[in-house]
């Protein structure tokens, strides 16, 4: 494993961190329930494997996500860093409306008073003293970014939170943020199949030493492989609405599987690493956030670690789905 530093802190992480979205289970992700045991034993292997960064939000099973992961975290708190995030919150004391899921309304809200709160719910929920990284999940224009900043950096004081970092943000907001603060990260989408975002974004983070985190990598699965594409899922489910399912998309999707796979031959990997190690290629101070629920998903995905794409494999690989990127992905 290779571990990086967070931004400008003197947080060590390792560059494949473990996504639990999945973790938090409800009507997006109907496949798999975990237990804590389950959740005890995937961090025991993700430390095995070198693993130390996890991300995840209350809104990820509204609260379950972090209250599973708090238990488990119980007797290894000290062995990970861990990272949530603010803004969406389902408390119904302002904000704007963001969804409405599972008898939940979700509204967005980065005032001051919302982060302070956000951030003491996550300390219970997760039970813990404190939150190495915190996230603003969706960075919104209705509150000014120097007000957002001053909640951030009271709770850093506070030794509440060590560091913080933004999503699904502009490459223009970290640049508005950096004017009162200092952003260790941006948790943003990208993958061969939307790669436009992040390409946009590399210059700017190199500018502020401000690592990019991530997600999506997998596009929820779907870059696992063949397979992959002839699950089906309830309408409710992320992977039921996002496009790879669509009729236009699979066929295309196949076909690249078939040109790949000489070389998760040559590299003896699978279909998951060879993006994951294409991802890397594209900027070799990345974060590989990939959701992780199973212990054989955390056992392949550290694979990529020994896996450098040449620029022509690269730009095959892009190639094969150049017909099918997207700009947009909004999960
Ligand atoms: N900031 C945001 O707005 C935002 C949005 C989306 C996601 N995220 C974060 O990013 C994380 C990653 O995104 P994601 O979970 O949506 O999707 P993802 O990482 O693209 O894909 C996750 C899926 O891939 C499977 N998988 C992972 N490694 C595998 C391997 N080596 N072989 C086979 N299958 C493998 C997982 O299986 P199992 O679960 O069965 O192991 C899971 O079904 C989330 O968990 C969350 O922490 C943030």
């Given at each position: 494993m290779k571990y990086q530093k967070l931004g400008n802190s003197n947080i060590e992480v390792s560059q494949v961190s473990l996504g639990t979205w999945g973790l938090g289970g409800g009507s997006v992700w109907t496949d798999h329930?975990?237990?804590?045991?389950?959740t005890e034993l995937l961090l025991d292997v993700c430390k095995e494997h070198g693993i130390n960064y996890i991300d995840t939000a209350p809104v990820y099973g509204t609260g379950e996500s972090e209250i599973l992961l708090g238990?488990?975290?119980?007797?290894?708190?000290?062995?990970?860093?861990?990272?949530?995030?603010?803004?969406?919150?389902?408390?119904?004391?302002?904000?704007?409306?963001?969804?409405?899921?599972?008898?939940?309304?979700?509204?967005?809200?980065?005032?001051?008073?919302?982060?302070?709160?956000?951030?003491?719910?996550?300390?219970?929920?997760?039970?813990?003293?404190?939150?190495?990284?915190?996230?603003?999940?969706?960075?919104?224009?209705?509150?000014?970014?120097?007000?957002?900043?001053s909640a951030l950096e009271h709770l850093k004081k506070q030794g509440k939170i060590r560091t913080y970092g933004l999503s699904n943000s502009q490459p223009s907001d970290l640049e508005e943020y950096q004017k009162y603060g200092?952003?260790?990260?941006?948790?943003?989408?990208?993958?061969?199949?939307?790669?436009?975002?992040?390409?946009?974004?590399?210059?700017?983070?190199?500018?502020?030493?401000?690592?990019?985190?991530?997600?999506?990598?997998?596009?929820?699965?779907?870059?696992?492989?063949?397979?992959?594409?002839?699950?089906?899922?309830?309408?409710?489910?992320?992977?039921?609405?996002?496009?790879?399912?669509?009729?236009?998309?699979?066929?295309?999707?196949?076909?690249?599987?078939?040109?790949?796979?000489?070389?998760?031959?040559?590299?003896?990997?699978?279909?998951?690493?060879?993006?994951?190690?294409?991802?890397?290629?594209?900027?070799?101070?990345?974060?590989?956030?990939?959701?992780?629920?199973?212990?054989?998903?955390?056992?392949?995905?550290?694979?990529?670690?020994?896996?450098?794409?040449?620029?022509?494999?690269?730009?095959?690989?892009?190639?094969?789905?150049?017909?099918?990127?997207?700009?947009?992905?909004?999960?």
């Open positions: 329930n975990s237990s804590l045991k389950d238990k488990a975290l119980k007797t290894r708190r000290n062995d990970f860093v861990l990272q949530t995030k603010c803004s969406l919150n389902w408390r119904n004391d302002g904000g704007n409306f963001h969804y409405s899921r599972d008898g939940y309304t979700v509204n967005n809200d980065t005032s001051y008073d919302a982060i302070i709160r956000d951030v003491d719910d996550s300390l219970l929920r997760m039970d813990t003293e404190w939150i190495d990284s915190i996230i603003v999940h969706y960075v919104c224009k209705d509150w000014d970014v120097s007000e957002t900043v200092d952003v260790s990260l941006v948790q943003e989408f990208f993958s061969i199949l939307s790669p436009f975002h992040g390409r946009d974004y590399f210059p700017v983070c190199e500018k502020y030493n401000t690592v990019f985190q991530v997600y999506g990598v997998l596009e929820e699965g779907f870059l696992t492989g063949p397979d992959f594409l002839k699950q089906k899922y309830q309408a409710s489910d992320i992977r039921s609405r996002i496009p790879w399912v669509q009729q236009q998309y699979r066929q295309p999707l196949l076909n690249a599987f078939d040109a790949w796979k000489p070389l998760c031959e040559k590299y003896h990997c699978s279909y998951a690493n060879l993006v994951e190690a294409w991802a890397l290629h594209e900027s070799a101070s990345l974060n590989l956030l990939v959701g992780m629920r199973k212990e054989n998903s955390v056992k392949d995905t550290v694979n990529v670690c020994n896996i450098t794409l040449t620029d022509d494999e690269c730009k095959f690989m892009e190639d094969s789905v150049k017909n099918i990127q997207v700009e947009v992905l909004d999960k």
